[in-house]
């Protein structure tokens, strides 16, 4: 192997040898550099950019989430109160409602009341006023056809008589 | 055993043809391999995006555990292109062995001592350009020899040298050694019929200890790259 290092000897090939290794390695490296290098390159940076970026924004949207949760906690304590709040609200109203229907009605019942014991009295009056004449006139009228009778002297005896013909029968 | 290469000449100068073809093979591969990949990338990879994205990930890793981290995208094209290049470099002369009477038409550029051994230099020059780049001339020769002790300099000198030699001539044995024994294997299931199947099973079990053991250079070759550049880069106390 030691003849390969023997520069400048008839058909040695050392030198041409390490002119073509050289330029073809320089080549090689000015190649990859031109067409390859910069899109290898260009593609790290990016996805290095890409998962940097994406760790941010998702640090980011996690404390969104985290204040969101607290606002929501939050919130949905307000609401508790505040529908404990209504029911409350509303159940005051509904029984203040009740008292006063309640007394309203009592109030009608009583007025109702009063009203029929005057009515009924009224008219026991009326009905006794009535009566009163119903009886007078019924008397007179008893009386007048007694009177009657008695001033007929036939119809007298005839009376009489029919009183006998009854005591007969019996 | 050693087998010759086929060889051409243009305007006096000789190259070794196998090895040329064979390295500019390697190159049109990889530069093929890294071109389709990338096209249409998208935010979410799939299918071969994955694949191109896994190495550039994993070579991203060699470099960040030697580099300091601001450093480490300014090399890892660099770093990228050669673990690419070796490692392919590496597996081609797994594929098949083509050898016409004493010339061999196809085996690993990295099997070749000439073509480790420019890589080796290609590398431990670009790390000193670097360290020159980043601190200066003086400041280069401070930082890279005369700290942490002025003394020691012959030594860190003779360095430069010695770690051309061993960056090379670690991945050029691993690999040299890897062909022969491939050849080998070949041979000996053409040489008798009844040889045949076994032999074949043999290079089978070879060819993919060979495949960890590619795998396994281009890895440490880029380490080695990357730990010396490292040293250059580093302010010495």
Request: glycine residues 6%; neutral net charge; charged residues 20%.
């Amino acid at each position: 192997m030691f003849n390969y290092l023997v520069v400048a000897e008839a058909q040695n090939t050392t030198l041409g040898t390490m002119i073509v290794v050289t330029l073809s390695i320089v080549l090689l490296l000015a190649a990859i550099k031109k067409f390859a290098w910069g899109a290898i390159v260009n593609i790290l940076t990016q996805r290095e950019e890409k998962i940097s970026n994406d760790i941010d924004s998702a640090e980011k949207s996690k404390i969104e989430a985290e204040s969101l949760k607290e606002k929501r906690a939050s919130e949905l304590l307000n609401s508790k109160t505040e529908a404990v709040k209504i029911v409350q609200d509303s159940k005051d109203y509904a029984e203040k409602n009740r008292q006063s229907l309640l007394a309203e009605a009592r109030q009608e019942a009583n007025q109702l009341k009063e009203k029929a014991k005057t009515d009924i009295a009224v008219e026991k009056e009326l009905a006794f006023v009535g009566i009163k004449k119903d009886v007078a006139s019924l008397s007179v009228e008893i009386a007048a056809k007694i009177l009657k009778k008695e001033l007929n002297e036939e119809t007298h005896s005839a009376l009489i008589d029919s009183y006998i013909e009854g005591l007969d029968n019996k | 055993m050693q087998e010759k290469s086929w060889t051409f000449e243009v305007g006096g100068l000789w190259f070794n043809g196998t090895t040329c073809l064979m390295v500019i093979l390697t190159c049109v591969i990889v530069f093929s391999l890294v071109f389709v990949c990338t096209r249409n990338m998208a935010l979410k990879p799939k299918g071969k995006q994955n694949a191109i994205e896994w190495v550039v990930d994993f070579v991203r890793g060699i470099l960040s555990s030697n580099l300091a981290s601001k450093e480490v995208s300014d090399f890892h094209l660099l770093g990228f292109t050669l673990f690419l290049f070796v490692f392919v470099a590496n597996m081609l002369g797994l594929v098949t062995k083509i050898v016409v009477g004493d010339t061999s038409y196809w085996k690993s550029p990295t099997a070749d001592p000439l073509v480790t051994l420019t890589l080796a230099l290609l590398v431990i020059i670009l790390t000193n350009f670097f360290s020159v780049k980043k601190f200066g001339l003086k400041g280069y020769f401070v930082n890279s020899y005369l700290k942490p002790v002025g003394f020691l300099a012959p030594v860190k000198i003779l360095e430069e040298f010695t770690n051309v030699l061993t960056l090379g001539l670690r991945l050029y044995g691993n690999l040299f050694v890897g062909e022969i024994l491939l050849g080998l294997i070949a041979g000996m299931g053409i040489s008798k019929l009844w040889m045949f199947s076994f032999a074949v099973v043999l290079e089978m079990i070879w060819q993919a200890f060979s495949i960890f053991i590619g795998g396994i250079q281009s890895y440490v070759f880029v380490t080695l790259a990357m730990v010396y550049l490292a040293h250059k880069l580093e302010v010495e106390e």
